[in-house]
């Protein structure tokens, strides 16, 4: 795991942490965006959502959003602090589905779709993927802070 070095741990609860729980938040945040594409795509190819544009916009606003608020929440958080550890606990997996957002988002306006391909699809899930897991992660980190 990324966090079993120096007593990295989230929630300081009574004197003693918590362990990092990295592994769990990684395995909800890939489940959490597994559902959340089938749901978009099946909506995608029931014709129910008609453009893939709107959503790779919405994926790379979002992914740039977050990035600079945990580069900016990792600066005002003292050394040494829960707020720190907390956000070096879970600095892999949120810059993972920052990452995935911005470049999915990127390939998803770059291209043009049609209504009937399965490019489209594949793209779409791509990006509802990564926004999903995103999100996921980032709830985890408020989570550890707020604990």
């Not at 978009?40 to 990035?67: E, P, R, Y």
């Not at 829960?82 to 390939?107: D, P, V």
């Not at 306006?109 to 996921?136: D, H, K, N, Q």
Request: hydrophobic share 55%; charged share 5%.
């Amino acid at each position: 795991m990324i966090c079993n070095y120096d007593g990295c741990g989230c929630g300081m609860s009574g004197g003693r942490q918590n362990s990092c729980m990295n592994g769990i938040m990684i395995l909800v945040s890939i489940i959490g965006g597994l559902l959340f594409t089938t749901a978009t795509v099946l909506l995608f190819i029931n014709s129910l959502i008609t453009t893939v544009g709107f959503i790779a916009w919405t994926a790379l606003i979002v992914g740039l959003v977050f990035l600079f608020t945990l580069l900016i929440f990792s600066f005002v958080a003292e050394k040494g602090s829960t707020a720190a550890k907390c956000t070096r606990c879970y600095l892999g997996g949120i810059l993972f589905g920052i990452f995935g957002s911005i470049f999915t988002g990127l390939i998803g306006i770059a291209t043009s779709f049609a209504a009937v391909a399965v490019f489209p699809a594949v793209i779409l899930g791509l990006v509802s993927f990564f926004i999903a897991y995103t999100v996921i992660s980032t709830l985890f980190l408020l989570k550890c802070n707020l604990s």
